[in-house]
């Protein structure tokens, strides 16, 4: 079954930094691109990390320089490192295959306190 699961996130004050973490059934892992969305409220759904299966990423402007995505091929898990929240950043964080969409898992909610 293909599954996303998504954990890490949590209440942290501007400034402050979390790591989230996202496995994927190997299935879906394995050879496929890695992307991080976010969902603030009242927004649409946004790509705003990517990672290639060889580690070259890209970000949104709104990101670059804040946030670092990576990945363990080896444990089929990306990461999504971030730095210098804001409460912009507050939204519920998401992982999928950029371009495919599998069904999406449940996400990990990010609040950032001013």
């Known amino acids: 079954q293909v599954q996303l699961v998504e954990s890490g996130g949590g209440l942290v004050q501007a400034g402050g930094s979390l790591k989230l973490s996202c496995t994927a059934s190997r299935g879906i892992f394995t050879g496929n691109p890695m992307g991080w969305y976010r969902q603030g409220p009242g927004n649409q759904r946004e790509l705003i990390a990517r990672i290639s299966r060889d580690g070259s990423a890209d970000y949104a402007d709104s990101v670059k320089g804040r946030f670092t995505v990576s990945r363990d091929n080896a444990k089929a898990t990306v990461f999504l490192q971030m730095n210098s929240l804001a409460p912009e950043d507050t939204a519920l964080y998401l992982c999928?295959?950029?371009?495919?969409?599998?069904?999406w898992g449940q996400g990990t909610q990010v609040t950032v306190s001013s």
């Open positions: 999928n295959v950029p371009g495919l969409l599998f069904n």
